[in-house]
C-alpha cells in the first residue's frame, strides 16, 4: 500500500502550519483594518458553473467528478467564480459595496514538474459594486498593507491601466489588428522575466514583423499614464502610501484577459521568484450569473511566494511554539507534585505544558522540549519535594536554579 | 443553469463567517495553551488508505474518483485516518508523543434531510505515543478547557472506561457471548436519548431474552470505575477541574468500535440537541500504517453544534466586525478631505473604513454603516472642511456633535 500523499499535495507538520497560521493572522487583520469581511464558499460546485470559465486550460486542469447522488461537481478552481456565484444568488442579502476576503484551498491538477502544487491556499480581497478611482486606489494601499504586516518594509507596487493597451490598438502609426493585440499584451507581459530582446522575438513568432514589434515596445514603455490612474496615483499619496512605493510601469500587462481597468502587481526587494500579489480592475466578470454588470477591483496576494520570502528574510518570529515551560515529572512518586505545579501555572496564565508519561527518562523529556522549542523545563525530584523547591532549567543556557514555585512564576510571567 | 450551492454544503456569508473565526482563534488558543501543534493534510488522499476504515458505510458516504492521473483519490472523511499516515510516513520527524490538533473541513455524502452537512468542520485535538492516566486525563481537561474557552461556564464531562463493557462480557451471572457484546454496547449507548425501557427493547429484538437484557442494563448502572478510571478522576481534581464538572457514567458506551479504554462526552447544561465533544483512548488505531501498535488519545469537538449553542446562550461578543468609524464622503469635492481623515485615522491606529463611492448618496453610506455594524460616521461637508471640523454621528444613538480632528480621535481611541 502506498503510505504517502499524493503527488502535488502537502502535509504541513506543525513547524509550518504554526508558520502558515501566523501569516494567515496577518493577513486577516490587515484586510479587516480596511473593513473587507471574511466569506467561505464549499470546496464543491454544480460542474456546469465552473467550466468554461477558466479557459480550455482550467476544463482540463480542474478536479470533476460525479457524486453519489449522480451529480456532476468540481472543485474549487479559484475563489471568483464562486465570488460571482455569491453575488447572484444573495444579492440583497450582502451590503454593497461588498468588500470580501476570502482565504481558502483551491484545486489544480498542475504539472508538479514545474514545481507547482495541486492544493494551495488563495488569498483574494475585492471590493464588488463600485468602479471609482477610490476603490482602485484602497484595493492597492490594503494589498500593500498586507505584505507591510508580514514584515517587508521595502516593496513596489508596479500600476498600470489595461486602457494604455487600448490606446495601443487605436494608435494610428501601428495599425495594429484587433486579433494581434492579445498576442502582444501576452508578450509584453513577461519583459521583466526575459528581457526585450525575447519579447520581440516572440511578438515577430507570432506573425508580426520586427519594425513593427520594436516599434510597439518602444511605444508602450513610452506610454504616459490615464486620466484614472492619475487620479489613482494622487489617491495613493493622499492615503499615506510613500512614492517609492509605487510606480507607474507601462508594460505590465498581466496575463489574464478579464482585466478591465487597472492592473497592479506587487515586487520584494531582493525576492527574485516574481511579484507576491498581483490584481485590477475587472468589471465584466462578477455579473457573470447575475445578467448584469457588476464592477470590482481587488488582488490575491500569493501565499507559497510570501511564504518563501519570509523564510529568505527570516521574518518569522523565532519563537512561533508558544510554550513557556515543560513540566518534566522525575518518576512515578513525583507524578502528583509535578500535576500540582502544572495546576498553579494555569492558574497563573503561564503557558505550560506537561509531559504526558511519568515512566519517561529525564534525558528523554528534556530532548521533548527541546525539538519543541520551549525555553525552560521544571524538575521537581524527592529532593526538591522534601525542601519544596523546584528546579528551572533554562535549555537555551543550560543553566539552572533551586526556586520556590513564586520564583518560577515571577521569572515565568 | 443552477446558480446555487450544492445540497448539504454551505456558504459562510461575513457575519457567520466572522463568528466561525472568532470560535477556531479560541480553540486554537486553549489546546495550543496544553502544547498541542496544529498539523494539516491535504483534502485528496490515495483511496485505498481510506477504504474499508470506516466501515461500509464510510465506503458508501465517501467522496472518490478517477483524478486525471487515474490515480483512485478521496475526499478527507475524517482526520484520524491522515493522522495515522502522517505518523507511518514522517515517524522520526515528529516529535513523540505527538501532541496534536488539526481543525479541516471533512466530507460525507450524508442524508442531508436529517440535517446533516455534506461538508462540515472537524476540530480534533490527540496525544500519540502514550498510554498514561496522565494523558487521559489531560486530554479530558483541554476538551474541558476549549468549552470553557468559547464562554461555557456549566459543562459536564461524562466519563467512561470501555474495559467496564469487558468486565461485563466475562461477568459469570450474565453470560454474555462474544457476538453479543457489540448489540448490548450499541443499545447501552441510547440510553441518554432514549431511556431505559427502549434500551432493552432494542436488546431484545436483537435476540436477548427480557430478564438478561433487564438483568444487563441494572448491572452496567451499578458499575465502579475501573483502578485506571479512579486513578484519571484523581489527576483530573489535581489539574483544577471542579468536582461538579465531571462524573462517572457507567453507562456511557459511544458507538465507535475503536474506543480501547477512557470514553467521554461533554454535554452543555441546557443544551439538548446532544453532547458537544466526545472522545477517549484508542489504541488500535493510529499504527494501522505503521505496523506496530501506537497508543492514542483524544477527543473532537462539535463545531456546528458548539456554534448552535454559542447562538442559543448569546455568546458570541455583540461587535465581531472590528470597523470603529466609517468615513463616508459628503461629495465629490469633499472626497481629498475624506482621504486625508482616513490616512490620519489610519495612522493613529484607529479602524475605519473609507466609504469607496463618492458619488453615492449620504443616505445611502449610512444605511451602509449601519448594515455594517459600524459604530460611529465621520461627516465632513463644504462648511465643515471650512471650518476645519468634522461631524461625528454615533448611530446608535442617532446623535451627532461637530468636533475637531484631534477630538474624534480621542473619542474613537
Not at 16 to 32: C, D, G, L, W
Not at 329 to 335: G, R, V, Y
Amino acid at each position: 500500500m502506498n503510505v504517502h500523499n499524493l503527488k502535488g499535495f502537502r502535509d504541513f507538520l506543525p513547524v509550518e502550519s504554526r508558520k502558515r497560521q501566523y501569516m494567515i493572522n496577518k493577513i486577516r487583520t490587515a484586510f479587516s483594518s480596511f473593513g473587507f469581511e471574511p466569506l467561505e464558499t464549499p470546496a464543491l460546485e454544480y460542474e456546469e458553473l465552473l467550466m468554461g470559465k477558466y479557459g480550455a486550460e482550467g476544463d482540463k486542469l480542474m478536479y470533476r467528478f460525479t457524486d453519489n447522488g449522480d451529480r456532476r461537481v468540481a472543485m474549487r478552481y479559484d475563489q471568483t467564480v464562486p465570488l460571482s456565484r455569491v453575488v447572484a444568488q444573495y444579492g440583497e442579502k450582502l451590503v454593497m459595496p461588498f468588500k470580501r476576503y476570502q482565504i481558502q484551498q483551491v484545486w489544480r491538477a498542475e504539472n508538479t514538474q514545474k514545481g507547482r502544487f495541486r492544493e494551495f491556499l488563495q488569498c483574494d480581497c475585492d471590493i464588488v459594486g463600485v468602479d471609482t478611482p477610490l476603490s482602485d486606489a484602497e484595493t492597492i494601499v490594503a494589498a500593500g498593507k498586507a505584505v507591510e504586516a508580514l514584515g517587508f518594509p521595502n516593496f513596489k507596487i508596479l500600476i498600470n491601466d489595461r486602457n494604455i493597451f487600448n490606446e495601443l490598438a487605436t494608435n494610428e502609426q501601428l495599425k495594429i489588428e484587433d486579433s494581434q493585440l492579445p498576442i502582444i499584451i501576452r508578450a509584453i507581459d513577461k519583459l521583466k522575466k526575459i528581457g526585450q530582446e525575447k519579447v520581440i522575438e516572440e511578438m515577430i513568432s507570432n506573425g508580426l514583423e520586427k519594425s513593427k514589434a520594436e516599434l510597439i515596445l518602444k511605444s508602450m514603455q513610452n506610454q504616459q499614464p490615464t486620466m484614472r490612474l492619475k487620479t489613482i496615483f494622487h489617491l495613493l499619496k493622499r492615503m499615506g502610501l510613500k512614492s517609492e512605493q509605487f510606480i507607474f510601469f507601462p508594460t505590465l500587462a498581466r496575463g489574464l484577459d478579464y482585466y478591465t481597468g487597472l492592473i497592479f502587481e506587487i515586487e520584494i526587494e531582493g525576492y527574485t521568484a516574481g511579484s507576491v500579489a498581483g490584481g485590477g480592475r475587472y468589471n465584466n466578470l462578477i455579473g457573470m450569473f447575475a445578467t448584469r454588470q457588476i464592477p470590482a477591483v481587488g488582488f490575491a496576494l500569493g501565499f507559497d511566494r510570501l511564504l518563501d520570502a519570509m523564510e529568505e528574510n527570516n521574518l518569522f518570529p523565532t519563537n512561533l511554539q508558544n510554550t513557556k515551560v515543560l513540566i518534566s515529572i522525575f518518576n512515578m512518586d513525583s507524578e502528583d507534585n509535578a500535576v500540582a505545579t502544572f495546576a498553579k501555572l494555569r492558574e497563573e496564565n503561564i503557558l505550560c505544558e506537561l509531559y504526558s508519561d511519568s515512566n519517561a527518562k529525564m534525558e528523554k523529556q528534556l530532548k521533548y522540549a527541546d525539538q519543541k522549542n520551549i525555553p525552560f523545563v521544571i524538575i521537581q525530584g524527592p529532593d526538591e519535594i522534601e525542601r519544596n523547591v523546584l528546579i528551572l532549567k533554562n535549555l537555551q543556557s543550560r543553566e539552572q536554579k533551586t526556586l520556590s514555585i513564586d520564583e518560577v512564576i515571577e521569572i515565568l510571567k
